[in-house]
């Protein structure tokens, strides 16, 4: 069996910690490196929920995209949800581990994920990593689609490749534009609008895109914009985290079990449909809400 050591070496190869920002919280949070490792969870957030996942299934280790102590803390008393969820690994024997923006920076990284559950073949970063040789780190991605879509069918494609959540893709756009080369950035891409629309692609697929910066790009370009829930475009590089720890461990002969987590930790849990008319509201005084409109 492979030591924890073993396997967060392992884990380092793939995801070095030198590619994560300096603001970054990455790497070992809790376990012994002495222990041994048969079974890795992956999952997207480390809150109890997941937590509670990895005890059931007698996980060893628990690898997580966002880190748990991002801002450091003073206490890990069990009276704050991630003090107990410190507090739980712990009693049950079960290591943490963050990869976060050096998993965004990688390649293949959490963009190159996105890209592929979306149907996009990577043809380069979106923001290159200027210490990367080969020029294929960095952040975000481009691709191409196969065949062009108009906007309405790939923003249906982008829905049926991500996981469900309540709010489903925003869209900004001419519904019938063409799309064929598309820009990624898995998590929050709002700092890197500007390089998609320098980049000229014809759409550009991200989540936690700001009102302003959106409302300009739809104002001064042809840029689509298809904006997902954060949880939603991370998770597809669950698997391919899985898949690659597991072919290095192979590699070493250790008999490694991973499994990715499917459970759904996005905040927003419920959605309200209104109904929508995208022609201009009337005229004149606001129409009542109160109970006698009802």
Not at 3 to 11: F, M
Not at 48 to 66: M, N, P, Y
Not at 233 to 249: C, F
Request: hydrophobic share 45%.
């Amino acid at each position: 069996m492979p030591k924890l050591s073993d396997v967060i070496s392992l884990l380092e190869e793939l995801y070095p910690p030198r590619w994560a920002e300096s603001w970054d919280a990455v790497g070992l949070v809790c376990g012994d490196p002495a222990d041994e490792v048969r079974r890795v969870l992956f999952a997207v957030d480390p809150v109890q929920t997941v937590v509670e996942e990895a005890v059931e299934w007698g996980a060893d280790l628990l690898v997580t995209h966002h880190p748990l102590y991002l801002r450091g803390t003073s206490s890990v008393a069990a009276t704050g949800f991630k003090g107990r969820v410190v507090h739980t690994l712990i009693r049950s024997g079960i290591a943490l581990h963050v990869a976060h923006t050096n998993a965004d920076h990688a390649a293949p990284g959490v963009s190159d994920a996105l890209a592929e559950a979306i149907g996009l073949k990577v043809t380069d970063p979106l923001v290159a990593d200027p210490t990367d040789p080969d020029g294929r780190r960095g952040s975000g991605r481009i691709g191409e689609l196969l065949e062009p879509l108009t906007l309405t069918a790939f923003a249906a494609r982008v829905a049926a490749g991500l996981p469900a959540t309540a709010t489903g893709v925003r869209v900004s756009g001419d519904p019938q534009q063409p799309i064929r080369r598309v820009a990624v950035c898995g998590g929050a891409g709002d700092s890197f609008l500007e390089a998609a629309r320098a980049a000229g692609v014809d759409a550009y697929v991200t989540a936690d895109l700001r009102h302003h910066p959106a409302s300009e790009a739809a104002a001064t370009s042809p840029l689509a914009l298809l904006d997902a829930a954060h949880w939603a475009t991370e998770w597809p590089w669950l698997n391919l985290a899985a898949r690659d720890l597991t072919a290095a461990a192979d590699r070493h002969g250790w008999p490694l079990e991973t499994r990715v987590s499917t459970r759904v930790t996005d905040p927003w849990t419920a959605h309200a449909p209104m109904p929508y008319d995208p022609a201009p509201l009337p005229s004149g005084p606001a129409p009542s809400t109160g109970p006698a409109a009802l």
